[in-house]
């Protein structure tokens, strides 16, 4: 988790997230643990209108 908030920029997408990240994790299911974690943590968040993910 700490690779996705380490390199972060504001306004990500997931795919551009998942692309930066890639070689951290095994497969997109534990990637996509990741990022529920940070959201369930109140790390991120998602804009649903954009689709764009928001760090806090």
Request: hydrophobic residues 45%; negative net charge; without cysteine.
């Amino acid at each position: 988790m700490k690779n996705i908030l380490s390199g972060a920029t504001e306004a990500e997408s997931v795919q551009d997230i998942y692309h930066r990240t890639r070689d951290v994790f095994r497969d997109a299911s534990e990637f996509l643990h990741a990022l529920d974690a940070l959201f369930v943590l109140g790390l991120l968040d998602i804009d649903v209108d954009s689709g764009s993910i928001r760090y806090a």
